[in-house]
């Protein structure tokens, strides 16, 4: 009875996998089988990434080998040994110094002596660019949020002036309230208006990269930064209630300057002796009268002068001259 168990369980495993086989392109007819064939992407600076899924647990690292040559006369033949992702998938870094757009190279699976899988590999046509890093979010000058973040590619690499960014900024308490920025100038930088986002609530950004001249995948995320938008209302709406106070302060400034004028006129000014109040310029009126029936002969004139203060310092025949007058504080 085990005998025959043992023997369905064969026949069910085969069926299994010659099922499976039948899904992937390259599979050798040993043990060892891949349920989906590697995918390799590269960072078009110093490392190639091949990831594939195997049709059963396998420990890849053991039992696995990736090689990888560039062709070309004379370059070497590499060994990349794979690891674990999880119990079926395997992935393996190779590394590879300068690339050039018109490199390819020769990839082959290994399951011991067993040819798993082969291909050849353009690392220019699979480009997925590095994740920008070091994102940080400042205050900038007039209600602005400047966000900065890394090229993660150094001046002299092929993709340092073919990267974009597509920036994500999303807010933290409503996942469906995110915007999207392209960033396809030069300069690793953002400027957003905090005006453009609610305010008080606490905002989440994150950048992936892309090289569209490679016509490249998009990158990872990069590591996230996160801050809350407080901002004052901007100046425009400010202006209209700040001229309204204006107007009001002016206004108030001019009618006390007013009131305080009539009442320093009613308290001061008014006090001040007026010669067109005191009884002098009465005498003066009358004189005035009376010389003009004198008639008018001012020969005999001389200087009067009158204090204002009403004491008459030099008054001589003042009856004769009706309209010369000095007067003297
Ligand atoms: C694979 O095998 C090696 C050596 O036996 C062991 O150290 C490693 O932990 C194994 N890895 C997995 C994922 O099982
Ligand atoms: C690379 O070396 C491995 C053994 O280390 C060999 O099996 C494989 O055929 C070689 N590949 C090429 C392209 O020469
Ligand atoms: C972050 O900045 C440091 C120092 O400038 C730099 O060495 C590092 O490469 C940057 N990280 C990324 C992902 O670009
Ligand atoms: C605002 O951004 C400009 C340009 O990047 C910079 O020169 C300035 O120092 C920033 N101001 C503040 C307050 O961060
Ligand atoms: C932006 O981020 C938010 C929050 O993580 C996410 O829900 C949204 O799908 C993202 N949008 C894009 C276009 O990546
Ligand atoms: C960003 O730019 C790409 C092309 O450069 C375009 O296809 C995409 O729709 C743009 N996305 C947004 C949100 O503007
Ligand atoms: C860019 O790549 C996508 C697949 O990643 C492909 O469908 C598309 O045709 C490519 N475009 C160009 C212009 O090569």
Not at 48 to 62: F, L, Q, R, V, Y
Not at 63 to 82: A, G, K, M
Request: aromatic share 10%.
């Amino acid at each position: 009875m085990p005998l025959l168990m043992l023997v369905l369980a064969t026949v069910h495993s085969i069926v299994t996998s010659g099922f499976i086989c039948s899904e992937g392109s390259r599979v050798s007819p040993g043990s060892v089988k891949t349920r989906q064939e590697p995918t390799c992407l590269t960072d078009y600076i110093s490392t190639s990434t091949c990831e594939w899924e195997m049709a059963g647990p396998t420990n890849c690292s053991t039992e696995l080998r990736l090689t990888y040559q560039l062709n070309f006369i004379f370059s070497e033949n590499y060994t990349c040994v794979p690891e674990n992702r999880d119990s079926t998938v395997c992935t393996c870094d190779m590394l590879m110094d300068n690339v050039v757009s018109v490199d390819i190279y020769q990839l082959d699976l290994w399951a011991g002596k067993q040819l798993l899988w082969t291909a050849s590999f353009k690392p220019s046509e699979h480009v997925k660019p590095r994740a920008p890093g070091n994102l940080t979010v400042h205050a900038n000058v007039s209600h602005t949020w400047l966000l900065t973040w890394s090229n993660p590619y150094p001046p002299e690499s092929h993709l340092n002036s073919e990267i974009t960014y597509l920036v994500n900024v999303s807010n933290e308490n409503d996942p469906k309230d995110f915007k999207i920025y392209n960033v396809t100038y030069l300069g690793p930088t953002l400027r957003i208006a905090a005006s453009t986002l609610k305010s008080g609530a606490s905002y989440s950004a994150r950048v992936k990269a892309w090289a569209q001249s490679y016509n490249s995948s998009w990158s990872e995320w990069s590591p996230s930064a996160t801050w809350l938008n407080y901002y004052q209302e901007p100046l425009e709406q400010r202006l209209p209630l700040g001229v309204s106070i204006s107007c009001v302060i002016i206004l108030a400034i001019c009618l006390s300057c007013y009131f305080s004028i009539i009442k320093i006129k009613k308290e001061w000014w008014d006090q001040i002796p007026n010669p067109a109040h005191s009884p002098l310029v009465a005498i003066v009126i009358q004189d005035s009268q009376v010389g003009e029936q004198a008639g008018e002969d001012a020969s005999d004139c001389v200087y009067q002068e009158v204090s204002l203060w009403g004491k008459r310092s030099r008054v001589q025949e003042a009856a004769k001259c009706p309209y010369v007058y000095k007067l003297r504080s």
